[in-house]
């Protein structure tokens, strides 16, 4: 089992970027995958998932700013994240989850996390 994020980079305030996770080693199309961030001294935070039908949820600290989307065909999950601000500086790792009966938001509803990939907003 395998996710890997990729992506992330420096941009400047109010710039973009688009992360990806690739999928490998698991019925991917069963799993909801959800997006998850960690800043320097802070907790995790999730912030959006998609699951295994479509549905897309998103953390108040970035709906209207973040897409989230996913392509079965290539078992990967994409976060187009637009408009962003110093405090989305974080590591950002991807995750998946086989939990369905409500939207998965917490750490311990996943069962497989990727490695991380870091996100810098800085001018």
């Known amino acids: 089992v395998q996710l890997q994020a990729s992506g992330g980079g420096l941009v400047q305030p109010g710039g973009s970027l688009r992360l990806s996770c690739a999928a490998s080693?698991?019925?991917?199309?069963?799993?909801?995958i959800g997006w998850f961030r960690q800043a320097p001294g802070k907790e995790r935070e999730w912030i959006s998932l998609?699951?295994?039908?479509?549905?897309?949820r998103y953390n108040v600290n970035v709906k209207g700013r973040f897409s989230i989307s996913r392509d079965n065909a290539k078992k990967t999950v994409f976060l187009e994240m637009n408009g962003l601000k110093p405090e989305d500086t974080a590591l950002y790792y991807c995750?998946?989850?086989?939990?369905?009966?409500?939207?998965?938001?917490?750490?311990?509803?996943?069962?497989?996390w990727g490695q991380g990939t870091l996100v810098t907003v800085s001018s």
């Open positions: 080693g698991f019925t991917f199309d069963d799993y909801a």
């Open positions: 995750a998946a989850s086989r939990v369905s009966v409500v939207p998965p938001q917490l750490e311990y509803e996943y069962d497989f």
């Open positions: 998609v699951t295994s039908s479509g549905d897309t």
